[in-house]
């Protein structure tokens, strides 16, 4: 399959927000009266879906915009601490060279993923949609696709998360999963993804493996 069109989660897929969330997670539970989170438990998050993880931590859905913005804003003022994960620029390089069209949605706020990622990394990148409801991509993803002037059967989605997978499906898009990022391998192999990714050279080789191969030698 030939994809015209990628559209990259951002936290956990082209960033280690994760390690940084990690150090604000106890006042962000705080804030939001919820359980407290040992290391332990934030560990054992990461082998459940996403309603396990509602019903283990106990979040009514009404409060998950509250949170997913205080996350946003905590995001925004500490961009310093958020780095992409090692060969990303490589590969948004290879897709943008083998004429693939790269777009980004996420839960994360624009302005943030614009700081992380540098300017000549963004000029790669047609399609932002930033902002999105932890649960409502796929509807982004349609809206995504629409613009780019692609079609969801030439679309690949990739995102770290099984609701990653799910909005993928939901949109008729092909659906890939890291697993560098916060769902465990094992709970993104039981999802069964079209592609399972163990490293950003392995989606180049993908989805451009002429111009991975070259790039590389």
Known sequence: ?????????FDGTLADSLTWFRTALSDVVEKHGLSPICEERAEALRGMTPKAIMD??????WKLPFIAADVRDRAAR????ITLFDGIADLLR????????????SSNGEDAIRQVMGPDLVALV??????????????????VIRKAGSTPERTL?????????????????GCGAVTWGFATPEILAASEPDHLYKTPGDIARCIAPTVAATQRA
Do not use: T, W
Request: proline share 2%.
């Open 1 to 9: 399959m030939r994809y015209d069109l990628v559209v990259f989660d």
């Open 56 to 61: 283990e931590l106990q979040i009514p859905a």
């Open 78 to 81: 500490n961009v310093d601490q």
């Open 94 to 105: 290879e897709l943008s060279a083998a004429k693939v069209s790269i777009a980004v949605v």
């Open 126 to 143: 047609s399609h932002f949609a930033c902002g999105a409801a932890l649960f409502g991509k796929a509807a982004v993803f349609r809206k």
């Open 157 to 173: 989605c990739i995102g770290d998360e099984v609701r990653d997978i799910d909005a993928a499906r939901e949109a008729g898009c």
